[in-house]
């Protein structure tokens, strides 16, 4: 006898089969499951086909959820409860502790620019001290706003050892420069403030009108040999981004190594084909073509000259690199990465209500077997998945570069929106790679989830060892939502941004290692 067939069904159907596509590779997250099983038929057309189609995907669909659930049931999912560290941080994204700037030239590191020439910067108290937390934010908190580069946001320095609960004044800053509050606790690093313009210090470059900060969204600390490179959207995810190199001063770089780019890139301003000397093609085509959304150290060039490369993720999924002499290549095309482009409303206005912009985590693994040179862990949110992606050598001498290998991804029942990752132990001493941005020998990585408020420690093959439900005062957060997350040197502290509709202020928690 056929099987009535509904409209709706069908709708089941298919997302039955696109649902098992996906496990394929993983198994879908319990969130999936619940959705699906809430779907119900509504208007009746025949189709012994659909039906059969429908049949079949129901079990393979049940099949899938079942193990998903197995695998939920048999991790202890506990909590774990917070400490709030600041509050009224308007769009609080990126975050890391500074940590040690390295002084190993005679260990045989490229550099050491901040230890030597700023000592000042990194003594107790000081903006860069090692235990203070640099936190990504949309205000400027009072700074006189630069015109026509982008929108507001700054990076503030932050006391993570307050014994009380530091509210950011909003208007903190509006004397200018790198302006205090709360007795120190709370600096302004930079922001989208004339006084923080490329020009001060480079009035030659390509881009001397734009800041290093506008609209942040990513952060990575060169703490092997260099400095504090910020990834921006300034103008929005759909249009061009912006990367910097900022001294302690918060300034984009004095005394740059190609004064056409000082310290900041934008879209195509700063490709090689541009500032490069003698001129040169890029090596793998590229740009900052919309806005940066992710970062990480990559340590020193290929091509010998001892000079720091960083990797930038942006919105259409793409993966360039920016080398501190020879300007922008790219690394690999858009949709390499899960783009954060043009996704659902529902998962847009997440980000969007709470007055946040969609993002994405990045590490580095430098410990790595030829051919491959690097490898980049890449969060993708509006996935449930983590991006992995080898990294080699491209181009010819002398002109070479990073170019990308193999791509895999990691898929797993706990992946929830995972807007952001951080390395469980950070590497923090080795004088090519050292940041918070990258992973130590072996580390497992956090996985801060959105969708849910859990943390995930996974193991770099996607093992998942445990999750741990953030609370407060022993409540779920229900009202805020997890937006980036980063681990203390010591490996003992987990510090997360999270965002909030109402307010549409963010802050930053702290809780244990686990």
């Known amino acids: 006898m056929e099987t009535p067939m509904t409209l709706a069904n069908l709708d089941l159907a298919l997302s039955r089969l696109k649902l098992l596509s996906s496990t394929l590779s993983g198994l879908p997250t319990p969130a999936h499951c619940a959705a699906l099983l809430r779907q119900q038929p509504k208007q009746r057309i025949n189709s012994s086909s659909f039906s059969s189609l429908a049949a079949v995907a129901a079990v393979l669909a049940a099949f899938a959820c079942s193990a998903t659930v197995r695998s939920a049931q048999a991790l202890d999912v506990g909590t774990i409860d917070a400490r709030l560290v600041a509050v009224d941080i308007p769009g609080a994204s990126a975050i890391s502790q500074v940590g040690t700037f390295l002084n190993a030239v005679k260990q045989g590191a490229c550099a050491a620019p901040i230890p030597t020439s700023f000592p000042g910067f990194i003594q107790p108290g000081a903006v860069l001290d090692p235990i203070r937390l640099l936190v990504a934010s949309r205000s400027n908190f009072g700074a006189p706003p630069a015109v026509g580069v982008g929108a507001d946001g700054s990076l503030l320095s932050i006391d993570p050892t307050s014994p009380t609960v530091l509210k950011v004044p909003p208007q903190f800053a509006e004397s200018g420069g790198q302006a205090s509050a709360l007795g120190g606790a709370v600096q302004m690093f930079s922001a989208n403030s004339p006084a923080f313009a490329n020009g001060v210090k480079n009035p030659g470059a390509a881009t001397a009108a734009y800041t290093g900060v506008s609209n942040p969204l990513g952060l990575s600390n060169n703490n092997a040999f260099g400095r504090i490179w910020p990834a921006n959207a300034p103008f929005g995810l759909d249009k061009v981004g912006s990367s910097a190199i900022l001294d302690p001063t918060g300034l984009p770089l004095k005394g740059p190594p190609n004064p056409v780019i000082g310290g900041v890139y934008v879209g195509a301003l700063t490709n090689r084909n541009i500032v490069a000397v003698p001129q040169q093609p890029q090596v793998i085509p590229g740009a900052l073509a919309s806005g940066a959304v992710g970062t990480a150290l990559l340590g020193p060039s290929p091509d010998g000259t001892c000079k720091a490369v960083f990797a930038v993720v942006t919105a259409d999924g793409a993966i360039v690199q920016e080398h501190t002499v020879k300007g922008l290549d790219g690394i690999a095309p858009p949709g390499t990465v899960r783009p954060l482009l043009d996704e659902d409303a529902g998962f847009d206005d997440d980000f969007n209500s709470h007055g946040a912009e969609p993002r994405l985590g990045v590490l580095l693994n430098g410990y790595t077997q030829p051919p491959v040179l690097r490898q980049l862990f890449v969060s993708e949110p509006f996935h449930n998945s983590i991006a992995v ?96 997350i980063t681990t203390s040197v010591d490996g003992k502290t987990i510090y997360i941004t999270f965002t909030r509709a109402r307010p549409r202020h963010g802050g930053v928690l702290a809780l244990p290692a686990f």
């Open 389 to 484: 992606i080898d990294l080699v050598v491209a181009g010819t001498a002398p002109n070479l570069a990073f170019g990308p290998g193999s791509i895999s991804r990691i898929r797993s029942w706990a992946l929830n929106r995972p807007v952001d990752i951080a390395a469980v132990h950070r590497d923090a001493d080795n004088i090519n790679w050292a940041s918070n941005t990258s992973l130590d020998d072996g580390s497992d990585i956090y996985v801060a989830n959105r969708g849910d408020n859990t943390i995930v420690r996974m193991s770099q093959n996607g093992n998942v060892v445990a999750v741990r439900r953030v609370t407060l005062h022993g409540e779920r957060l229900d009202e805020a939502k997890l937006n980036g």
